[in-house]
Nanobody, 121 residues
Framework: EVQLVESGGGLVQPGGSLRLSCAAS????????MGWVRQAPGKGGEWVSN????????RYADSVKGRFTISRDNAKNTLYLQMNNLKLEDTALYYC??????????????RGQGTQVTVSS
């Protein structure tokens, strides 16, 4: 059974930082690209970032480029999202997703339960 468990969300002031983590189990982690998507209150889902299975290639949505950094530790089966210079519009439920294949771009087929990020003064 695939399990993706996110952590690290919380309440932060504008300009602050958070680091999200996603612990994966039930899969051969280093075989799959991984990513993050988010959903803000009253809005549809938004793709945030992804990373290929080896960690050598990354992509970002324009809205987070230059502020967020995705990374992975295949030895620990863990995905990360370092979020800096957070803005009010980054407030959302952040989900870790597993992709179908190793490469990016692509389609994801599993999603975690999410971790809430709230940016507020």
């Amino acid at each position: 059974e695939v399990q993706l468990v996110e952590s690290g969300g919380g309440l932060v002031q504008p300009g602050g930082s958070l680091r999200l983590s996603c612990a994966a189990s039930g899969i051969t982690f280093n075989n799959y690209a991984m990513g993050w998507v988010r959903q803000a209150p009253g809005k549809g889902g938004e793709w945030v970032s992804n990373i290929n299975c080896g960690g050598s290639s990354t992509r970002y949505a324009d809205s987070v480029k230059g502020r967020f950094t995705i990374s992975r530790d295949n030895a620990k089966n863990t995905l990360y999202l370092q979020m800096n210079n957070l803005k009010l519009e980054d407030t959302a439920l952040y989900y870790c997703v597993k992709y179908v294949f190793c490469g990016i771009p692509g389609s994801w087929n599993y999603r975690g339960q999410g971790t809430q990020v709230t940016v507020s003064s």
